[in-house]
C-alpha cells in the first residue's frame, strides 16, 4: 500500500501534458497514433481527439482504444477545417504542456518525458521541436529530398537553444518544423495562438510557429529523432487539390504572422516593416501565376 500511495503521489507531481489530435479522414490509422500516447513512458497526460466532421470517432478500432480516462473526445459537423479544429483543442487543453500530433503519425515511447525533460532543463525556452522519421501508409520508413535538406539545414542548432530572431530569419525562409515533433510550454504560448482565428488551409502550423517568435519565444531543436510523420495520398501536403495553396498561402501567411505580431512586440514590428513589402509582392506574383489552377476556387475567398 504505501508504494503504490507513493507512485501516485509521483504521478501526482508529473505536470500535465495535453495531446492535440484534430481527426479527418483518418480513421485507418487515428487508433494507432492513440496506441502510441497509451505506451508513453510518462504517465500524466490528456489525449484531447476532436472528429471534424468525418466520423473518424465512430469506427470499431478506434472506439477500442478510447476507454482510458485519459482520454477526451469531441466532435461536430459539417467539416469545419484544421485551423478551427485546432484553436478549439487549444482552448480544451488543461496541460502545463501541449503537443499537436497529427491523426495519421505517431510518438515514440519517450516522446514526452524527453520534451518534459528539456524544458525543465530551459526554463527560458517555450517550444521544442526536432527531427522526425518518415513513413508511408504501411508505417514503413520513407525518406524525402526535402527532409534531409532540412535536416542538414539545421543541424548547427541540434541540441541548442535557438534565439527568437534567429528563429524569425529561419522560419522566413522555410517551415522547418514538422509539426509532430512540437511540444510547447501553455503558459507562454496559449494565450498568444488562442487570440487569433484565421482559416488557413494548408500553413497554420507555419503561421503559429512564426507568431510566437515574433512575439519573442525562444525554441529549442532536438537532434533526437522521437515521433513519425506519415505520407500518403490524402495527406494535404501530398494532395493536387492543394498545389495553389501550398504555393500561395505561404507568403501570405508569414505577411499576416509578422503584421500580428508587430502590434504588441518590438521584434515582430522590426521585422514587419521590413518584410512586408516582399512578402505581399510574393503573394501577389503568386496568386496571379497559380490562378488558373483548378484548385483556386476553394482557396480564393481565403485570398481575399
Keep these: 500500500i504505501e ?41 500524466n497526460w490528456e489525449l484531447l481527439i476532436l472528429d471534424d466532421g468525418s466520423g473518424d470517432l465512430d469506427y470499431p478500432d478506434v472506439e477500442i482504444v478510447l476507454k482510458d480516462s485519459r482520454i477526451r473526445t469531441f466532435r461536430w459537423f459539417p467539416n469545419r477545417g484544421v485551423s478551427q479544429a485546432t484553436r478549439f483543442l487549444m482552448q480544451e487543453a488543461r496541460g502545463d504542456f501541449w503537443c499537436y500530433p497529427g491523426a495519421d503519425d505517431l510518438l515514440f ?24 522519421a518518415q513513413i508511408d501508409i504501411a508505417g514503413n520508413e520513407i525518406w524525402f529530398d526535402q527532409g534531409r535538406k532540412i535536416f542538414e539545414a539545421m543541424k548547427p542548432y541540434e541540441d541548442q537553444v535557438i534565439e527568437a530572431e534567429a528563429m ?6 522555410a517551415n522547418v518544423i514538422n509539426t509532430p515533433s512540437i511540444f510547447a510550454r501553455s503558459c507562454a504560448t496559449l494565450p498568444i495562438l488562442t487570440r487569433y482565428h484565421l ?106
Design 3 to 43: 508504494t503504490n500511495l507513493f507512485e501516485s503521489d509521483i504521478l501526482f507531481q508529473q505536470p500535465l501534458v495535453s495531446v492535440l489530435v484534430p481527426s479527418y479522414q483518418a480513421s485507418s490509422y487515428l487508433s494507432l497514433l492513440v496506441k502510441s500516447v497509451l505506451a508513453q513512458t510518462y504517465e
Design 168 to 173: 524569425l530569419n529561419i522560419l522566413l525562409t
Design 199 to 304: 482559416n488557413w488551409r494548408y500553413c497554420q502550423d507555419w503561421f503559429y510557429w512564426l507568431l510566437l517568435a515574433g512575439h519573442g519565444q525562444r525554441f529549442y531543436y532536438s537532434g533526437e529523432i522521437l515521433h513519425s510523420y506519415r505520407f500518403h495520398e490524402q495527406s494535404l501536403t501530398q494532395s493536387p487539390a492543394s498545389w495553389a495553396w501550398r504555393n500561395v498561402e505561404p507568403p501570405l501567411v508569414l505577411l499576416t504572422g509578422l503584421a500580428l505580431a508587430a502590434q504588441t512586440g518590438e521584434l515582430g514590428l522590426r521585422y514587419y516593416q521590413r518584410h512586408r513589402l516582399q512578402l505581399f509582392g510574393n503573394f501577389l506574383v503568386r496568386s496571379a501565376r497559380f490562378r488558373t489552377h483548378s484548385s483556386w476556387k476553394n482557396w480564393s475567398s481565403l485570398a481575399r
Design 109 to 132: 515511447p519517450y516522446f514526452i518525458q524527453q520534451r518534459v525533460t528539456v524544458l525543465d532543463h530551459h526554463l527560458d525556452v517555450s517550444c521544442v521541436f526536432g527531427k522526425g
